[in-house]
């Protein structure tokens, strides 16, 4: 069955240290990419998509992810991260129907 | 309205206590999930609906768990004689079309807590 995995389910960063979240995915074929982010107490939020084309993505607030079709990942990415990051981030994949797969979700607190 | 919106967003049942959870979409939007989030886990599918129409209610974990959109709009999720496990966050989501890869918005979910 097709899953995603995150590795890290807790991170915790001073500010502008730079940030890397793993996330990869087992489905061999054509996927199209999520990141979604939670804060605290509100709803989740697209962060940014991948469907076709350039394998780095850019997203909200100085996100981006990359594609490495090879090694079925799609991680996010921040240079220099701010207190007001500390959320909840999900990584999902959506194989071309309706059905999204989420991730186990990663903690990530920024320290001030 | 600008967002999805659920109700309630907090809700205590007694064990064997029915509950019904609405959501109401954006306006406008043909497709609507169901997800269920357990505490320290991601969103899990539930049941889908293009329309009025269900589509998909394979994630549904049991036959107490029934999904309806009558209309085409509004959404009510029940759950019938509650258990300790269906305590969960349960989100409904929409998107514009059932397309595949079509970013799907989240409502801020409905907290249920059996007891």
């Known amino acids: 069955a097709q899953s995603v995995s995150q590795h890290n389910h807790h991170v915790i960063l001073s500010e502008a240290a730079s940030l890397e979240l793993g996330c990869n995915y087992s489905y061999g074929g054509t996927v199209n990419l999520f990141w979604y982010v939670q804060y605290p107490g509100q709803h989740l939020q697209l962060l940014l998509k991948?469907?076709?084309?350039?394998?780095l993505v850019k997203g909200i607030k100085g996100f981006e992810a990359e594609f490495i079709k090879s090694k079925f990942s799609f991680n996010l990415r921040k240079p220099s991260v701010q207190w007001s990051d500390t959320a909840e981030y999900f990584c999902?994949?959506?194989?071309?129907?309706?059905?999204?797969?989420f991730g186990t979700g990663t903690r990530l607190k920024v320290l001030a | 309205g600008a967002g999805v919106s659920q109700s309630p967003r907090y809700k205590v049942a007694k064990r064997g206590q029915d509950v019904a959870l609405r959501c109401d979409p954006i306006s406008g939007h043909v497709s609507l999930f169901w997800y269920q989030q357990a505490l320290g886990q991601g969103p899990e599918f539930l049941t889908y609906?293009?329309?009025?129409?269900?589509?998909?209610k394979s994630g549904l974990p049991s036959d107490r768990f029934f999904a309806e959109r009558p209309e085409g709009s509004v959404s009510t999720l029940k759950i019938q004689r509650t258990q300790q496990e269906d305590s969960a966050v349960y989100l409904c989501?929409?998107?514009?079309?059932?397309?595949?890869?079509?970013?799907?918005?989240f409502g801020e979910g409905s907290w249920l807590t059996v007891v």
């Open positions: 999902a994949v959506n194989e071309g129907t309706y059905k999204y797969i």
């Open positions: 989501a929409s998107s514009l079309s059932g397309r595949s890869g079509n970013t799907i918005y």
């Open positions: 991948y469907f076709s084309g350039d394998p």
């Open positions: 609906f293009q329309n009025e129409a269900q589509l998909d």
